[in-house]
């Protein structure tokens, strides 16, 4: 199993600036004290230096010198050249108070004084992971980890900071910020199927979320079982649909899961040349399944199968191997033509399962080409695809004049805006991209509940319950340094507005999330070309698991 | 049916060319067994068992299986042939009986397996011993992000690292999972490159970068200590552990000793100053018998320059200690393949004070190839063929390369750095009862014995080299 593109990872560094041209006798100095903030007390120990941007090479601005906080908090960085630097604290399980980027300007031959930085001191998680029989598990990698939110609105668990065991089963993960962290555990060996979560549980959803405390430690012990997944091998055929299509040696299958992705399998088979293929170490799960033939010009002929793996190893396989095809579609605005109204318009393809169209770009003398824009037609709006592998795709409309907005995809009768449009080895029946305008617009401020303009808020326009299994019908944005937002082009249509000073990313697709705020969001019916305004109190921070 | 199809779009029928099922006892043989703890009838649970072909490398995904509470473990799909296997669990190590590994019993075997019957084969595990104590910084702080390595020395003097740990914020580490035998204890500040891996903010302590965590900024002069508290290696005491037993409390603090700071310059091989940045590797070597003071390891040496401009190729490197070094920089940022064509350039340097204007002239490495016959001039296919550096050179990795034949007996070897090297060939069936080690720095021990079979190579930068030579016998 090999990743979808093995890059290289080369280690590169950045090229550094040469350093401007400077008079160091007219360098100047910051000075001031790093707080502990919830004792009011001095930090030691806290390394600080000077960004002159986001982005420079922290090796270059450490040139510029590092200061130490000593006992008493006291920080000087001396000898700093004329301007305006973000300033950095950098130690392991330490952190700032406020996310917000402090910025110090130093002036020429002067000292900017009593510059004081508030800072918080992470927690510990310690414990013991034993085995069945109570004797320590050494060598297992012990994982803090809190929720995310995937694009599907799932709830998952990300790992945050890891630790691995000792000969005692002893772990220590340590630099924590203070919050509310889910405990995993692994061995680590290939093809493992021992994910155990504290107190002791395989199931993500019988896991106890521990609360790490500022400066303490947190004892968590609890015994897994180690196991191995079943291994599966899937062989067969590679056979052609069209005469002179080749099916012979194929030396890779490709292969889509719903939770991996794609990846490709080597064929292992030991003779390929009559279509043979092998593919091992093959996990249980549903896949889908295209071989990868190409003929003298590179040009790939596959095909999809999706095939559901249980306990088994599975023999016998068929896979087609067929040249592709093209979807044909038209963009409507209105109803109408576009006739030259959608001027600079650009149509994009997502995958919704399946690898995507850029395996079916053509293999050039110089390397593989990517895959071509989509030419949409000024006048009549008719457009192809471009040759696609078999899967399910939607249109995106890239950029779009002001005011319009996507209404639906069709295919005949059907809308395919939720689920996408299936691509088969067969040309299937156009695809209406169905533009409208004008959109709605909505303006608005979010306040925070001091009433104070809460800048970087997430406002989402959240659709009708029963359209919420639709992601494309969700609209969000930033609020801007002011809490000002604006959402432009919006489908016509009845919306809850919800605002978040601070939201993990996707958490509104997920149902049961949105249900603990469904009383904060407020009821909006946005017609066709309609402007509203709005002021939203912005939900606070909330610690989340 | 052991598969069956889905539907996962609700709206679509996908098309699934019909398959037959395999049968699962089809062709496969059946190993089962329990591991326990050596000398006891304990099962242990958690092992992982491996079964490998004669010959063959581990892969994934080859038949393998994990002991269940009592020890059992079952293998059903092995397909019938001959094969090592292995019993694996962290913290444990292999049986060792007189002070050497079983090849051939306790937690690996030669086995043979047969579609006929199930191979019943008991394997045993022994506990490793431990180490472990707490380390303060000059200032008595707990030397938080230091790294400690636990070095064993045989009793013919001759040493590997075994184990290693990282300093916790208590101050505190554990080396664990050894053999029984002597140990040498030393800790250091990892400087370098290679701690941005780690995750850990990197901060520049007054030249060196170092793992920002300590409560007090690292020093140049906090140099590599050895418990119980000695920058010489040669007074650095022993610690002496037994199987499967523990030695805490071998506390110990980072002393302070002069270091010296070198830097030049990188030019090209046409003289002109590179724009390249190259991997710097400081190498230590003991001063007089010119033996390398430690087993190679790329990591521990690796040494960041730092300077006032980089572009003009440039370097500076701080916080050295006293002796003599092999400095060693490579580029393969221009090369096509890793470690195939890159170019290096090395200088031995004896250091007693700051070293300024060292100029390394870059240059390209060297192609070696040949063939390898046995003695009735037939060539010897599927050998390994071991490219070992001089004695002084051995601290390097990037010096020994290893290769095997073709169906001709033919072999390459590219980006070798130019120098004197000894070309051995092994053929594996001349050392069946006894295979050498899969290391190839190992080897240098191993070939001792055969040092006069080897053939004695000179690698010109930019040159290939050709030599015929036959694989070496018992």
């Given at each position: 199993?090999?990743?979808?593109?093995?890059?290289?990872?080369?280690?590169?560094?950045?090229?550094a600036?040469?350093?401007?041209?400077g008079?160091?006798?007219?360098n100047?100095?910051?000075e001031?004290?790093?707080?502990?903030a919830?004792?009011?007390?001095?930090?030691?120990?806290?390394?600080?230096?000077?960004?002159?941007?986001?982005?420079?090479?922290?090796?270059?601005?450490?040139?510029?010198?590092v200061?130490?906080?000593?006992?008493s908090?006291?920080?000087l960085?001396?000898?700093?050249?004329?301007?305006?630097?973000?300033?950095?604290?950098?130690?392991?399980?330490?952190?700032?108070?406020?996310?917000?980027?402090?910025?110090?300007?130093?002036?020429?031959?002067g000292t900017v004084?009593?510059?004081?930085i508030?800072m918080?001191v992470?927690?510990t998680?310690s414990?013991?992971?034993?085995?069945?029989?109570n004797?320590?598990l050494?060598?297992?990698?012990v994982?803090?980890?809190?929720?995310?939110?995937?694009?599907?609105?799932k709830r998952?668990?990300?790992?945050r900071?890891?630790?691995s065991?000792?000969?005692?089963?002893e772990?220590?993960?340590?630099?924590?910020?203070p919050?509310s962290?889910?405990?995993?555990?692994?061995v680590?060996?290939?093809?493992?199927?021992s994910?155990?979560?504290?107190?002791?549980?395989?199931d993500?959803s019988g896991?106890d979320?521990?609360?790490?405390?500022?400066?303490?430690?947190?004892?968590?012990?609890f015994r897994?079982e180690?196991?191995?997944?079943t291994?599966?091998?899937?062989?067969?055929?590679?056979?052609?649909?069209?005469?002179?299509v080749?099916?012979?040696?194929?030396?890779?299958?490709w292969?889509?899961?719903?939770e991996?992705g794609?990846?490709y399998?080597?064929n292992?088979a030991?003779?390929?040349?009559?279509?043979?293929?092998e593919i091992?170490?093959?996990f249980?799960?549903?896949?889908?399944?295209?071989p990868d033939a190409?003929d003298k010009?590179?040009?790939?002929?596959t095909?999809r199968?999706?095939?559901?793996?249980?306990?088994?190893?599975?023999?016998?396989?068929?896979?087609v191997?067929?040249?592709?095809?093209?979807?044909?579609?038209?963009?409507?605005?209105?109803g109408?033509?576009p006739?030259?109204?959608?001027?600079?318009?650009?149509l994009?393809?997502?995958?919704?399962?399946?690898?995507?169209?850029?395996l079916?770009?053509?293999?050039?003398?110089?390397?593989?080409?990517g895959?071509?824009?989509i030419v949409?037609d000024?006048?009549?709006?008719?457009?192809?695809?471009?040759r696609?592998l078999p899967?399910?795709?939607?249109?995106?409309p890239?950029k779009?004049?002001?005011?319009v907005?996507l209404?639906?995809?069709?295919q005949?009768?059907?809308?395919?805006?939720?689920?996408?449009?299936?691509?088969?080895?067969?040309p299937?029946?156009?695809?209406e991209?169905?533009?409208?305008?004008?959109?709605?617009?909505?303006?608005?401020?979010?306040r925070?509940?001091?009433?104070?303009?809460a800048?970087?808020a997430?406002v989402?326009?959240?659709?009708?319950v029963?359209?919420?299994?639709d992601?494309?019908?969700?609209f969000?944005m930033?609020s801007d340094?002011?809490?000002?937002?604006?959402?432009?082009?919006?489908p016509p249509?009845t919306?809850k507005i919800?605002a978040?000073e601070?939201v993990?990313?996707?958490?509104w697709?997920?149902?049961?999330?949105?249900?603990?705020?469904?009383s904060r969001?407020e009821?909006?019916?946005?017609?066709?070309?309609?402007?509203?305004t709005?002021?939203l109190?912005a939900?606070?921070k909330?610690?989340?698991p | 049916?052991?598969?069956?199809?889905?539907?996962?779009m609700?709206?679509?029928?996908i098309i699934?060319?019909l398959?037959?099922?395999?049968?699962?006892?089809?062709?496969?043989?059946?190993?089962?067994?329990?591991?326990?703890?050596?000398g006891?009838t304990?099962?242990?649970?958690a092992?992982r068992?491996?079964i490998?072909?004669?010959?063959?490398?581990?892969?994934?995904?080859?038949?393998?299986a994990?002991?269940?509470?009592?020890?059992?473990?079952?293998?059903?799909?092995?397909?019938?042939?001959?094969?090592?296997?292995r019993?694996?669990?962290?913290?444990y190590?292999?049986p060792?009986?007189?002070?050497?590994?079983?090849?051939d019993?306790?937690?690996?075997k030669h086995?043979?397996v047969?579609?006929?019957?199930p191979l019943?084969?008991?394997?045993?595990?022994?506990?490793?011993?431990?180490?472990s104590?707490?380390?303060?910084?000059?200032?008595g702080?707990?030397?938080e992000?230091?790294s400690?390595?636990?070095?064993?020395?045989?009793n013919?003097?001759?040493?590997?690292?075994?184990?290693?740990s990282g300093?916790?914020d208590?101050?505190?580490?554990?080396?664990?999972?050894l053999?029984?035998?002597?140990?040498?204890?030393?800790?250091?500040?990892?400087?370098?490159?290679?701690?941005?891996?780690?995750?850990?903010?990197m901060?520049?302590?007054?030249?060196?970068?170092?793992a920002a965590?300590?409560?007090?900024?690292?020093?140049?002069s906090?140099?590599?200590?050895?418990f119980?508290?000695?920058v010489?290696?040669?007074?650095?005491?022993?610690v002496?552990?037994g199987?499967?037993?523990?030695?805490?409390g071998?506390?110990?603090?980072?002393?302070i000793a002069?270091s010296f700071?070198?830097?030049g310059?990188?030019v090209?091989?046409?003289?002109?100053?590179?724009?390249?940045v190259?991997?710097?590797?400081?190498?230590?070597?003991?001063?007089?018998d010119?033996?390398?003071?430690?087993?190679?390891?790329?990591?521990?040496n690796?040494a960041l320059p730092?300077g006032?401009n980089?572009?003009?190729?440039?370097?500076?490197?701080?916080?050295?200690?006293?002796?003599r070094?092999?400095?060693?920089?490579?580029?393969?940022?221009?090369g096509a393949?890793?470690?195939?064509?890159?170019?290096?350039?090395?200088?031995?340097?004896?250091?007693?004070?700051?070293?300024s204007?060292?100029s390394?002239?870059?240059?390209?490495?060297?192609?070696?190839?040949?063939v390898?016959?046995?003695s009735?001039?037939?060539?010897?296919r599927?050998?390994?063929?071991l490219?070992?550096?001089p004695?002084?050179?051995r601290?390097h990795?990037?010096?020994?390369?290893?290769?095997?034949?073709?169906?001709?007996g033919?072999?390459?070897?590219k980006?070798?750095?130019p120098g004197?090297?000894t070309?051995?060939?092994?053929?594996?069936?001349?050392?069946?009862?006894?295979?050498p080690?899969p290391s190839?720095?190992?080897?240098p021990?191993f070939l001792g014995?055969?040092?006069?079979q080897?053939?004695?190579?000179?690698?010109?930068?930019?040159?290939?080299?050709?030599?015929s030579i036959?694989?070496i016998r018992?």
């Amino acid at each position: 199993m090999k990743p979808l593109l093995a890059f290289l990872s080369t280690l590169v560094l950045a090229q550094a600036p040469p350093l401007p041209p400077g008079n160091p006798a007219d360098n100047g100095s910051v000075e001031g004290n790093v707080i502990w903030a919830s004792q009011s007390g001095p930090l030691e120990g806290i390394p600080i230096y000077l960004r002159k941007t986001a982005t420079e090479n922290a090796q270059d601005a450490q040139r510029r010198g590092v200061a130490t906080s000593d006992s008493s908090g006291h920080f000087l960085l001396k000898d700093i050249p004329a301007g305006t630097y973000i300033v950095v604290t950098e130690r392991r399980g330490y952190f700032r108070e406020s996310d917000a980027e402090v910025r110090v300007t130093v002036p020429a031959r002067g000292t900017v004084k009593s510059m004081d930085i508030r800072m918080i001191v992470g927690g510990t998680i310690s414990g013991r992971v034993s085995d069945m029989n109570n004797l320590g598990l050494a060598g297992v990698r012990v994982s803090t980890a809190q929720a995310v939110y995937l694009q599907s609105g799932k709830r998952d668990l990300q790992d945050r900071d890891r630790a691995s065991t000792d000969d005692r089963g002893e772990f220590r993960i340590r630099g924590l910020r203070p919050g509310s962290y889910y405990v995993r555990a692994n061995v680590d060996v290939w093809a493992s199927d021992s994910l155990t979560y504290y107190p002791g549980v395989k199931d993500q959803s019988g896991a106890d979320a521990i609360t790490v405390r500022e400066a303490q430690d947190t004892n968590v012990s609890f015994r897994m079982e180690p196991r191995l997944k079943t291994v599966l091998t899937v062989s067969g055929t590679v056979v052609s649909s069209v005469p002179g299509v080749p099916a012979q040696d194929v030396t890779e299958i490709w292969i889509w899961t719903r939770e991996e992705g794609s990846t490709y399998y080597d064929n292992r088979a030991a003779d390929m040349s009559n279509g043979r293929f092998e593919i091992r170490n093959i996990f249980p799960g549903v896949y889908d399944l295209f071989p990868d033939a190409r003929d003298k010009d590179g040009v790939l002929f596959t095909s999809r199968t999706t095939l559901e793996l249980v306990d088994h190893s599975v023999e016998n396989l068929t896979l087609v191997a067929s040249p592709l095809v093209e979807t044909r579609g038209r963009v409507t605005l209105n109803g109408e033509l576009p006739a030259g109204r959608l001027d600079g318009m650009t149509l994009g393809i997502e995958v919704v399962r399946g690898i995507g169209p850029f395996l079916a770009a053509v293999t050039t003398p110089g390397g593989r080409s990517g895959s071509q824009a989509i030419v949409i037609d000024r006048e009549n709006g008719e457009f192809g695809s471009g040759r696609l592998l078999p899967g399910i795709y939607r249109f995106t409309p890239g950029k779009l004049p002001p005011d319009v907005y996507l209404e639906d995809l069709r295919q005949g009768p059907v809308s395919v805006y939720s689920d996408g449009f299936i691509i088969t080895d067969k040309p299937g029946p156009p695809v209406e991209v169905i533009l409208a305008s004008p959109g709605g617009r909505l303006d608005g401020v979010v306040r925070n509940f001091r009433q104070e303009p809460a800048a970087r808020a997430t406002v989402v326009l959240v659709p009708e319950v029963a359209r919420r299994e639709d992601r494309g019908k969700y609209f969000n944005m930033q609020s801007d340094a002011d809490g000002k937002f604006a959402f432009r082009a919006i489908p016509p249509g009845t919306y809850k507005i919800f605002a978040w000073e601070s939201v993990p990313a996707n958490a509104w697709f997920n149902a049961e999330f949105l249900r603990k705020y469904e009383s904060r969001g407020e009821t909006v019916i946005l017609a066709k070309g309609t402007s509203s305004t709005m002021q939203l109190v912005a939900i606070p921070k909330e610690q989340e698991p | 049916m052991t598969f069956r199809m889905t539907s996962v779009m609700r709206t679509l029928l996908i098309i699934l060319m019909l398959a037959s099922s395999a049968s699962p006892q089809n062709n496969s043989g059946i190993i089962e067994g329990i591991v326990t703890r050596q000398g006891t009838t304990e099962g242990l649970a958690a092992v992982r068992i491996t079964i490998t072909r004669d010959g063959q490398q581990e892969l994934e995904g080859e038949p393998d299986a994990m002991t269940d509470s009592t020890g059992h473990f079952l293998i059903r799909n092995a397909s019938p042939g001959a094969y090592m296997i292995r019993a694996r669990r962290p913290g444990y190590t292999e049986p060792i009986q007189d002070g050497i590994e079983l090849e051939d019993g306790g937690a690996k075997k030669h086995i043979v397996v047969i579609l006929e019957k199930p191979l019943n084969v008991p394997l045993a595990l022994t506990p490793g011993a431990a180490l472990s104590g707490r380390v303060l910084d000059p200032l008595g702080k707990p030397a938080e992000n230091a790294s400690v390595v636990a070095t064993l020395v045989a009793n013919d003097g001759t040493t590997r690292v075994a184990g290693q740990s990282g300093v916790d914020d208590l101050g505190m580490y554990r080396i664990w999972g050894l053999p029984s035998g002597k140990y040498r204890l030393s800790v250091e500040y990892r400087r370098g490159l290679i701690n941005f891996g780690d995750g850990i903010p990197m901060v520049n302590t007054g030249g060196a970068f170092v793992a920002a965590g300590a409560a007090s900024a690292v020093q140049d002069s906090w140099v590599k200590t050895y418990f119980p508290g000695t920058v010489d290696s040669s007074r650095a005491a022993l610690v002496e552990v037994g199987t499967g037993a523990v030695v805490e409390g071998l506390n110990f603090g980072f002393q302070i000793a002069q270091s010296f700071k070198i830097s030049g310059t990188v030019v090209d091989p046409d003289r002109s100053r590179r724009s390249g940045v190259p991997d710097f590797y400081l190498i230590p070597m003991t001063g007089n018998d010119g033996k390398v003071l430690e087993a190679p390891r790329m990591a521990q040496n690796s040494a960041l320059p730092i300077g006032p401009n980089r572009q003009q190729g440039t370097f500076e490197i701080r916080g050295i200690q006293p002796g003599r070094y092999i400095l060693y920089a490579e580029d393969w940022s221009t090369g096509a393949n890793l470690h195939d064509n890159f170019v290096v350039s090395q200088t031995i340097l004896d250091i007693s004070s700051d070293i300024s204007d060292i100029s390394l002239v870059m240059s390209g490495t060297s192609v070696v190839e040949g063939v390898i016959r046995t003695s009735d001039q037939q060539p010897a296919r599927n050998a390994r063929v071991l490219l070992i550096p001089p004695e002084e050179m051995r601290g390097h990795p990037m010096y020994y390369k290893e290769t095997k034949t073709d169906s001709s007996g033919t072999f390459t070897i590219k980006g070798v750095m130019p120098g004197d090297y000894t070309v051995f060939a092994i053929d594996p069936a001349e050392f069946k009862e006894s295979p050498p080690p899969p290391s190839i720095y190992s080897m240098p021990a191993f070939l001792g014995p055969f040092a006069q079979q080897g053939s004695v190579v000179h690698a010109k930068a930019e040159e290939r080299v050709s030599v015929s030579i036959a694989p070496i016998r018992k």
